[in-house]
């Protein structure tokens, strides 16, 4: 029997390789919705390899005025509230998110209120919801497949295990394009040496985020809300191989690892998968006889403060991470914009954060956007005063 999957963001780079993985598995995947921001030319090409039967276009201009989808009877929705509406699909079995951004908090909590198996690959939505989206979840019966490769790495190795037997949880980080930089160069390097990832192929966005290791500072915040673990039992390595993608260290000294290529199109199969493990030819394997040593060392967080700001963010809990994440993302906008210095994306996040008026309280959805607000005002306001 065929999974009918959903892909939400499918323009991009996650959810070309979620359709390219759907695609190759067409005998057991079927695409049922795509939804894209912008991109419809994207969404045009898209449909016509896998005839959603109804697809969401955010840009609710774009919306009106695509006509391709029309002549093919598609249905189309427009705008926050039809992304939402295709998240909550009701023939969807599986509906993968890879949305930008915490944007993503929207649809996310639509297909969890509907009861559906997510395959999340935005760590920012788990990041601003916390324990709402987790104790949803469990309250509808919903179930969350991270995509992320290190999450899906330690979900895997969680797996028939619970997080009361765990010691320790290593999130590996391949250290980013700026790893051997020394720390003076780091405050006015070029933009075109940050998005030089040497490891992975990846958004603009989320390329910032590894450069700056913010990315690993938020799949801190978003192990800890995901599988329930104490922040002291999360520790991040930095692992150049970018081999190894996490490990779990349980209570009796075993350690367990999961490793593979760099290709988030491993991850993704798993998620729809799951439970079963998909044979494929077309993977890349990981040879274990040419692959060498496998090295980690600690973090640098001096030169590297994102790191450092989002540990204290989970520390003090609440909606602080939910603003975290707006500061990063205004700072991170402003930089791919040109208006902000990369060295200065530290600094718009930590005055942010040390602002008076920042909010703490995150008991509902309405917390969290006012928090979300709240961060993405005052990071402006920071911006403003740094900017080139």
């Known amino acids: ?47 016509r390899v896998c005839a959603p039967r109804t697809v969401a276009i955010a840009d609710e201009e774009k919306a009106r005025t695509f006509r391709p989808a029309r002549r093919k009877g598609v249905k189309v929705l427009a705008g926050r509230q039809g992304v939402c509406a295709l998240a909550a699909l009701k023939e969807a079995d599986i509906v993968l998110i890879a949305v930008v951004g ?70 590996t980080a391949s250290g980013g394009p700026l790893v051997d930089y020394p720390r003076g160069r780091l405050k006015n390097v070029s933009q075109a040496a940050v998005l030089a990832h040497p490891r992975w192929k990846m958004g603009p966005k989320i390329t910032v985020d590894s450069a700056t290791l913010m990315n690993k500072g938020l799949e801190v915040i978003e192990a800890k809300n995901l599988f329930g673990l104490p922040l002291d039992k999360i520790r991040v390595l930095v692992h150049r191989q970018a081999l190894v993608h996490s490990m779990v260290e349980y209570m009796d000294g075993s350690i367990l690892a999961q490793l593979g290529v760099t290709d988030m199109k491993l991850p993704i199969q798993y998620a729809l998968s799951y439970p079963e493990r998909w044979a494929n030819n077309g993977a890349l394997s990981l040879d274990l006889l040419r692959m060498g040593s496998l090295d980690f060392s600690a973090p640098d967080m001096g030169k590297f403060p994102c790191l450092r700001l989002a540990y204290e963010a989970a520390r003090s809990g609440g909606s602080v991470p939910c603003v975290l994440n707006a500061a990063n993302e205004v700072a991170v906008a402003s930089f791919l914009a040109g208006r902000l210095t990369f060295g200065r994306i530290a600094n718009v996040i930590e005055e942010t954060l040390a602002s008076s008026g920042c909010p703490s309280r995150a008991g509902s959805l309405e917390d969290i956007f006012a928090a979300d607000a709240f961060g993405r005002r005052v990071a402006q306001e920071k911006v403003r005063k740094y900017a080139k």
């Not at 509808?140 to 619970?162: H, K, T």
């Open 1 to 47: 029997m065929k999974k009918n999957v959903v892909i939400l963001g499918s323009s991009g780079s996650i959810g070309e390789s979620a359709l390219s993985v759907a695609l190759r598995f067409k005998d057991r995947v079927r695409v049922v919705g795509l939804s894209v921001n912008t991109r419809t030319e994207k969404l045009e090409s898209q449909m």
């Open 102 to 171: 915490a944007e993503a908090i929207y649809p996310l909590w639509s297909a969890i209120r509907a009861g559906k198996t997510v395959a999340l690959a935005n760590k920012e939505s788990i990041v601003v919801g916390g324990a709402l989206v987790a104790d949803e979840a469990r309250l509808r019966g919903a179930r969350i497949i991270p995509i992320d490769s290190e999450q899906s790495a330690i979900f895997q190795c969680l797996e028939g295990y619970n997080a009361s037997m765990v010691k320790r949880v290593y999130l």
